[in-house]
């Protein structure tokens, strides 16, 4: 499944005014930067794809 970090910097510094956080659609993110920019801000967002399928590797050593 394909979820969203989102990151609230501070524009001249740079530094982090809101803790990043993950989110599952980007639906709406256009009304949201346009209100946090005004207050001088910039938000970055990426994207991490998550995998609910593992598969247990197993070594000679603990193979019994």
Known sequence: ML????????????RD?????VIDS????????????????IVIVDSIQEFNSFIELKTQNNEK
């Open 3 to 14: 979820k969203f970090i989102i990151s609230v910097k501070d524009k001249t510094t740079g």
């Open 17 to 21: 005014v809101i803790s990043p956080y």
């Open 26 to 41: 980007l639906d709406g993110l256009g009304n949201y930067s346009e209100r946090v920019s005004s207050l001088g801000f």
